[in-house]
């Protein structure tokens, strides 16, 4: 069965805070992606990788580091957390050829 | 700017009820249209559909995308509560790797 897993499915963190949201894929996927899911603004892509070490922006990089030193596996990381990254992360994976995205069961951080 | 709007925003029916669920979009060079199920978790994908006019079926859940109009329907027929979620709409357009989400449809079905 095809899995998408993130590492973490609760976080709380303070402000100021350094924060890794691991997410590993077994399905040999090339495309992967962060996205923030918020009430009210739907799902937002954060950044993306179409293969190791290859980076994209998406639609909201700002305050949001990856890293994609492995195929299956997709980081993102949170250099200095701040309040307004309280959030439900969700990682995603998809082949080469575009087709459906998997999902993880996402990670909600609370940044107190 | 490309977007893709869902309607209603949220719906209350009861169980047995038929809904249809509406994803309006304007794209550059549409690709393909998806629709997933999110309950509590991560959304789950129903159906992918690329060519106007063939309806997607499965089980109870059906779609069908219009190219011309530039939308597509989700219908439910027999609605149970198991199918209280919200329901998600996203457009692959341009250079195909990123898709555009709608704000989704949030379904409430009642015993």
């Known amino acids: 069965d095809v899995k998408v897993t993130q590492s973490s499915r609760y976080l709380v963190k303070r402000t100021g805070e350094k924060v890794f949201l691991e997410c590993v894929q077994d399905?040999?996927?090339?495309?992967m992606f962060w996205y923030r899911q918020d009430p009210g603004l739907g799902l937002r892509l954060i950044y993306f990788?179409?293969?190791?070490?290859?980076?994209e922006k998406g639609d909201i990089p700002e305050g949001y580091s990856v890293s994609r030193e492995k195929k299956e596996r997709f980081s993102l990381i949170l250099e200095s957390a701040s309040t307004n990254q309280t959030s439900m992360y969700l990682c995603?994976?998809?082949?080469?050829?575009?087709?459906?995205?998997?999902f993880g069961e996402g990670s909600r951080l609370t940044v107190l | 700017e490309d977007k893709v709007v869902q309607s209603p925003l949220s719906l209350v029916v009861h169980e047995g009820d038929t809904v249809t669920l509406n994803c309006s979009y304007e794209?550059?060079?549409?690709?393909?249209l998806l629709w997933y199920k999110q309950e509590k978790k991560a959304p789950t994908f129903l159906f992918m559909l690329?060519?106007s006019g063939i309806e997607k079926k499965s089980g109870r859940l059906s779609s069908i995308l219009d190219k011309k109009e530039l939308f597509s329907i989700l219908n439910i027929t027999a609605t149970q509560t198991g199918d209280s979620a919200i329901y998600l709409c996203?457009?692959?357009?341009?250079?195909?790797?990123?898709?555009?989400w709608g704000l989704g449809t949030s379904l409430a079905v009642n015993p």
């Open positions: 990788s179409y293969d190791v070490k290859m980076k």
């Open positions: 996203a457009v692959r357009a341009g250079n195909n790797r990123k898709l555009i």
């Open positions: 690329t060519s």
């Open positions: 794209v550059t060079n549409f690709r393909s």
């Open positions: 995603a994976s998809s082949p080469r050829v575009p087709g459906e995205l998997f």
């Open positions: 399905m040999d996927h090339e495309n």
